[in-house]
C-alpha cells in the first residue's frame, strides 16, 4: 500500500499513545506501517528533497498537527504524549482524524488560519486551505510541489 496522506496517520498515532506514556517518533515509525499495511517498500520512499522519507514526514506532520490541536503534548523534542483532550477525541471514536475534525479547537484554528494569513503576505508557503492539497500534502510537499 503506498503510503497514504498525513491525516490517515492521526488517528492510528493517538491511538498508539492511549496508554498515556511518552512515546518518541521512532516508536511511531517503527510501528504504523504494520498497523496500517504500508510495505516496507512504500515505507523507504524518499521525499523529492532526499532528506528523508515520505513516510517519516507524514508521521512528523500528523504529530505536528495532533499536538497543535491539544491531543498530544510535546514532552520534549521529537517525544509525544496523548492529553485529556485526545483521549476525549479517541472516546468519541472517530472512524478517521482530518484537518476539519482538529478545526473544533481553538488553538488549532488559530495555528491553522495563521499558515492562510501567512500565505497572503508571503511569509510562508503552505498548503492553501479548502485545496485538495491542504487534505493530502504535508507542509513540506506542498513546499516541493510548489518549487
Known sequence: MPV???????????KRCADGEDHPTAFFRARL??????????AMERL???????Y?????????????AGCLD???????KITLRGQ????????????????????FRAFHQGKAAA???GTFAGPIAGTDRDDAQ??????EFGY
Open 138 to 143: 504535508t507542509p513540506e510537499e506542498t513546499l
Open 88 to 107: 476525549k477525541v479517541l472516546a468519541d471514536k472517530p472512524d478517521r482524524i482530518t484537518i476539519k475534525l482538529l478545526d473544533q479547537f481553538p488553538e
Open 74 to 80: 510535546r514532552v520534549r523534542r521529537g517525544v509525544f
Open 33 to 42: 506501517a504494520g498497523d496500517m499495511a504500508i510495505s516496507q517498500e512504500d
Open 56 to 68: 517519516e514526514n507524514r508521521i512528523y506532520w500528523a504529530a505536528i498537527y495532533l499536538h497543535r
Open 119 to 121: 500565505l497572503t503576505t
Open 4 to 14: 497514504p496522506d498525513f491525516q490517515s496517520f492521526m488517528l492510528p498515532l493517538l
Open 48 to 54: 523529492p528533497s532526499g532528506a528523508q522519507t515520505r
